[in-house]
């Protein structure tokens, strides 16, 4: 069931915000710089850059361990298993992210580029979700057959 | 100068944007799904068809595919480092960024360097 938890937001201290921040902004500096230097070519593979996992994985992990702390238990272990479950979910949105370069690609020299960057972040929470979704489908299936 | 502080800008609040999101949503797997978020090609996008104009954005996103490739191998493999060896969240991504930047530029160069 997806949901919103807003006690993420506290759990977030004001420097992992800045890491995250300055990560971001150089990665997006990062790829218009190769663009200027080599081309769109090496400049368009920058536009993929894993920008936001490296510190997302690094804060998932921390705060699932510091919770476990917290109850007296020993979190390393369950740190580790949150962010990989965080970078499934991550290799399940590049599909997204193709789907979002696609669009892109396809339409922008035909038509309003607002309106192509619009559809193109709409296609890529689609095809995201929808590659969730079916991951999902898969893991209730296969336990269903393990069950009988 | 100001172009690149811009982009900096721009491309801070749009990546912060994303990870705020993802920091919130549950269960993490979903979540997971906006650290793969097109938050550099956003950031990015507007500022390529201002400045060189429409067919040089479309030659970028083209190539981006190529990046979004690289970057489920580089999730995948992050995912089965940390489930199989015993490594810590940010040496599992960051030790793997080489690997992103060798699938990119791998399938990039066999598909001719477009």
């Known amino acids: 069931m997806i949901g919103v938890n807003l006690s993420g937001l506290r759990s977030t201290r004001p420097h992992e915000y800045a890491i995250r921040f300055v990560f971001g902004g150089s990665a997006t500096v990062l790829a218009g710089f190769l663009a200027y230097k080599f081309g769109a070519g090496i400049g368009g593979l920058f536009l993929a850059f894993p920008a936001i996992f490296p510190a997302s994985a690094t804060l998932v992990s921390a705060h699932e361990r510091e919770r476990k702390h917290r109850v007296g238990l020993h979190g390393t272990e369950r740190g580790r298993s949150a962010a990989a479950i965080d970078a499934t979910g991550a290799a399940l949105g590049s599909m997204g992210l193709l789907a979002f370069a696609f669009v892109v690609w396809r339409m922008l020299p035909g038509h309003n580029p607002w309106l192509v960057i619009g559809s193109a972040t709409i296609v890529w929470i689609v095809v995201a979700f929808a590659f969730w979704k079916l991951r999902q489908l898969r893991h209730i299936a296969i336990r269903a057959w393990r069950r009988r | 100068m100001t172009e690149w502080i811009l982009r900096f ?23 997971g799904l906006f650290s793969a978020a097109p938050s550099v090609a956003l950031a990015t996008v ?30 995948a ?4 480092l940390l489930r199989r060896a015993r490594t810590s969240a940010h040496v599992a991504a960051l030790s793997l960024l080489p690997v992103w930047l060798a699938v990119a530029l791998g399938v990039w160069a066999l598909a001719g360097r477009p």
């Open chain 2, 9 to 31: 800008l721009i491309g801070g609040i749009v990546v912060s944007l994303f990870a705020v999101i993802g920091d919130v949503l549950r269960p993490k797997s979903f979540a």
């Open chain 2, 46 to 75: 507007g500022l390529a068809i201002h400045k060189e104009g429409r067919p040089y954005a479309a030659h970028e996103a083209a190539c981006m595919m190529i990046g979004a490739v690289s970057f489920c191998v580089y999730a």
């Open chain 2, 77 to 80: 493999a992050a995912s089965c």
